[in-house]
Nanobody, 118 residues
Framework: QVQLVESGGGLVQAGGSLRLVCVAS????????MGWSRQAPGKEREFVAT????????NYADSVKGRFTISRDYIKNTLYLQMNSLKPEDTAVYYC???????????WGQGTPVTVSS
């Protein structure tokens, strides 16, 4: 059974940094696309960044380009999101997700909250 467990969220001042961590287990993710999404209060969940597990190809939402970096350690089965220059509008619950590159069931973590104070 696939499990995604996030950690690393918290309260930070604007301009600060946080690193989110997602530990993945339950299968081999070599053909998967891993990513982060977020959901702010009263808003729909939105895409933040993705990375292909095998090749490390990345994709970012325009709102986080140049500030956030997604990476993975395929030996530790761990996904990261380094968030720098945080803004109050980055406040949200951040979710880790995994989906097969060729389509199929998508998996989600339980989320970790990030609050950026002005």
């Amino acid at each position: 059974q696939v499990q995604l467990v996030e950690s690393g969220g918290g309260l930070v001042q604007a301009g600060g940094s946080l690193r989110l961590v997602c530990v993945a287990s339950g299968r081999t993710f070599s053909s998967y696309v891993m990513g982060w999404s977020r959901q702010a209060p009263g808003k729909e969940r939105e895409f933040v960044a993705t990375i292909t597990w095998s090749g490390g190809n990345t994709n970012y939402a325009d709102s986080v380009k140049g500030r956030f970096t997604i990476s993975r350690d395929y030996i530790k089965n761990t996904l990261y999101l380094q968030m720098n220059s945080l803004k109050p509008e980055d406040t949200a619950v951040y979710y880790c997700n995994a989906r097969p590159g060729a389509g199929g069931d998508e998996y989600w973590g339980q989320g970790t909250p990030v609050t950026v104070s002005s």
